[in-house]
């Protein structure tokens, strides 16, 4: 029968020798001369490990990649230009600004438009599901212009 106290080890208990403590093995006891693998507790990162660390965390749900079609984007145009582009009493909505070229067809285009107040409003224009500036609503009110 087997008892706990009759238990012996198969083989003898082999000792971690402990290197950098003075010995036979001169001033360096077998770690080379100086730098941080010398040191006592010298441990080195992995590169990759290091690169990670670098970059910061991004916390919260406002980082999750929405697609970019989604977004309402807004187009931005002044009186200045549809005022070249438009004739008098035409009426100026996001289909006529894309068939006269001042807004891009493409699948990034905007969404929505917006007409500013810089430059000057010499025709009496109408103005049809855009968004209008109170610089812009006033002067093209001023010349007998509509918006709806």
Known sequence: MVFLH????????KRKKRVGRGGKRGTFSGRGTKGQKARAGAKIRPQEREEILKIPKKRGS??????????????????GTINKHFAQGEL???KTL???GLLDVSH???????I???GKLSKKINFSNVFVS???RAAIESIGGTIT
């Open 116 to 118: 500013l107040g810089a």
């Open 108 to 114: 990034r285009s905007a969404t929505r438009v917006k």
């Open 134 to 136: 109170e610089q812009a």
């Open 98 to 100: 894309t068939r006269k």
């Open 92 to 94: 100026v909505t996001p």
């Open 62 to 79: 406002g980082f999750i990649n929405r697609p970019k079609k989604f977004k309402a984007r807004i187009a931005v145009i002044n009186l």
């Open 6 to 13: 009759t238990l012996q080890p198969t083989h003898a208990l």
